[in-house]
């Protein structure tokens, strides 16, 4: 017996996203003040980094569909999880995304253990719709919910979750010496951008990413100017190459195979110093990890001022923000970057000053501790 109280953190999907990113850092940092383990519900990357973190988890295979209607699949789930819970008498649940709280609140309530839930998404339905009825519903038998930026918050509550409930914590990194900056000229050879300007973005190519936005703002860019360069690297979610096929038709379609590259799947530490920008195409992010995890490595991210975005930029200081989502406005500020290119060290130094002040993983990781240690009913103590 370690005396710590013991956390579950639960899990939903096997890949490697910012949510689960954020996730994997607050495990690794809390595991030195309570006693941690990790649930997940589908393997798959998640899985590997877990192992590679050396963090204990266990795997209970998810319905292939989270809804109730399906009765008798969800019965046998919640049998096998509440024997799990019983087994492993945890005195907190953390549960880092919606279909996580969907799996595990019946089963918390039940056995009277506590539950966070760690909000990542904004949710942009209607009052009335069956998503926001089920939230609504959800979110009573959650303690509290973690949001990880006011838009999401605010999101909540203009469907009807109680602000009681609601505490809003940004997500944090640690800035790390650049090990990786001898890669970039080896990259922008690779890719054929020596001597290009190259904005570049990372992600998963999903359809809500807005990559069909920026590749339209490359080919309204390359009437003007073709220096400029784009390099895309990512690749679709889960095996997921649908939205792939989509993007790259697009860039053809457009005439940008000389303009813009997808690079797939690379790790983003090697990649992001190849960029002399970093571009964030999407309509409404949440937060954007990625956006900060950019700004650490001191490059000027430019991107739309909406969804959580513009609580971590502030425009003409630590980055660019284009004003509405568009690719007319987003090639603007990708040329008004281009050509203050030769000036942009204050914002570079602002953005890493941005992240060390206030979105540091020590700040965060202190903000949630509190939050649980309030919860369990206990004075908290820093690690």
Known sequence: MTGKKKIVFLEYFPSLGGGQSVLLRLIDKMR???DV?????????????????????????SPKTVKFRHFFPMLMFQRKL??????????????????????????????RIPLIWHKHIIIDKAKNS??????RHFSRLANKIICVSGAVKDSLSAIGVDEDRLI????????KPNREKNHRNKIRKKHGFSSNFVAGTVGFLRGNKGFD??????????????????????????????????????????DLRDTVVFAGYQDKDVYMPAFDAFVLPSPAEPFGLVTIEAMAKGLPVIAFNTGGT????????????????????????IMEVYKKRSKLAKIKRNAIKTVKEKFNLSKQTEKIGK?????????????
Not at 130 to 135: D, E, G, N, T
Not at 310 to 333: H, P, Q, R, S, T
């Open 32 to 34: 030195h003040k309570y």
């Open 37 to 61: 383990s990790a649930l997940i519900f589908k393997k798959g990357h998640i899985e590997k980094e877990l192992n590679r973190l050396k963090i204990k988890y266990s795997y209970i295979p």
């Open 82 to 111: 509440i024997t799990f819970l019983k087994t492993e008498k945890p005195n907190l649940i953390y549960a880092n995304n919606f279909f996580s709280v969907k799996l595990s609140a019946d089963a918390a309530c039940f056995l």
């Open 130 to 135: 069956y998503l926001a009825r089920q939230i």
């Open 168 to 175: 809003m914590v940004h997500n944090g990194m640690e800035i």
């Open 213 to 254: 936005i920026l590749i339209k703002a490359a080919a309204l860019i390359k009437e003007k100017n073709r220096n400029i360069k784009f390099l895309i690297t990512g690749s679709g979610e889960d095996n997921d190459t649908k939205t792939e096929y989509e993007l790259k038709k697009l860039a053809d379609d457009l």
């Open 310 to 333: 513009k609580e971590i930029i502030k425009n003409n200081y630590n980055g660019f923000l284009a004003d509405k989502v568009n690719e007319a406005l987003l090639a603007e500020k």
């Open 371 to 383: 939050i649980i240690d309030n919860t369990l009913g206990i004075s908290y103590k820093s690690a």
